[in-house]
């Protein structure tokens, strides 16, 4: 389990891929971890050096007192390429990994070679959303709100078909440490990031799910306006788009960091 101890907290990491390869990291959504990306890693990794990890408050990582905010998360991704001696990477985020991302490429433009939004929006709302499942999960505990959670990540039709996809995600969001999940909602409900998106400079592609209730086509479309020359993929999946389209999605993702 290899993990970096880093000043403000522990990072749970994995790496596939040749040494000598450019490195992508891989950011997970709310309430998952680094094992959302195991389909995409075999097809990724022949091409790249894979860095995955798990968001502070998720995994294997720490949990430092809350709340977070989307400036930490994305020095956290800082600070893990510092520790592993890696200058530049491609980066990759889905949902909260995303605004991990947007924020990433804002602050650190200098250590993103290219950038990849999926699943994910300038701006979630509304906040009082984010206030009311942070109170339950701090009450009642995650099992409180993990059907109604996972029941948006996969399109009715296909969860249906895939109950045992359905059951790890649920085993995934219910290990999920409750005061590291409320801590990264309120990075989430309290990241605005509808003005500042227009100063990205890093070539950019936006993935969507034209089933995807919490970050609608709208929200990708919104990112593809602002966004200069972004880039834009739609897939037939709901919230958690790499695990219910993994081949297409692994496929768009090759398509655009090898061009």
């Given at each position: 389990m290899p993990v970096a101890e880093l000043g403000s907290t522990r990072i749970h990491y994995r790496i596939d891929g040749d040494p000598g390869k450019p490195v992508l990291v891989l950011s997970n959504s709310l309430g998952t971890n680094l094992e959302m990306?195991?389909?995409q890693i075999a097809g990724l990794s022949e091409h790249f050096?894979?860095?995955r990890y798990d968001t502070r408050g998720h995994g294997q990582s720490g949990v430092p007192p809350g709340p977070y905010t989307m400036a930490r998360l994305a020095a956290?991704?800082?600070?893990l390429l510092d520790y592993l001696g890696i200058a530049k990477a491609h980066f990759c985020g889905l949902s909260m990994g995303g605004i991990t991302g947007m924020r990433l490429a804002l602050d650190f433009p200098e250590r993103i070679d290219s950038l990849v939004l999926s699943n994910t929006a300038a701006f979630i709302g509304p906040p009082d959303n984010w206030t009311a499942r942070v109170e339950k999960v701090r009450a009642e505990g995650m099992e409180s709100i993990a059907d109604a959670v996972v029941a948006r990540w996969l399109t009715p039709d296909f969860a249906q078909a895939h109950g045992?996809?359905?059951a790890q995600l649920r085993r995934m969001l219910v290990a999920t440490d409750p005061e590291g999940y409320a801590a990264n909602c309120h990075a989430v409900?309290?990241?605005d990031l509808r003005e500042e998106v227009r100063n990205i400079a890093a070539p950019t592609l936006v993935i969507a799910g034209n089933g995807d209730l919490p970050t609608p086509p709208s929200d990708a479309l919104y990112l593809v306006k602002a966004i200069r020359d972004a880039q834009y993929v739609e897939l037939n999946t709901a919230h958690i788009a790499n695990l219910q389209q993994?081949?297409?999605f692994t496929?768009?993702?090759l398509a655009f960091l090898k061009a």
């Open positions: 990306w195991a389909p050096r894979v860095l956290d991704v800082v600070d045992e996809l359905v409900r309290d990241a993994p081949v297409r496929d768009a993702l």
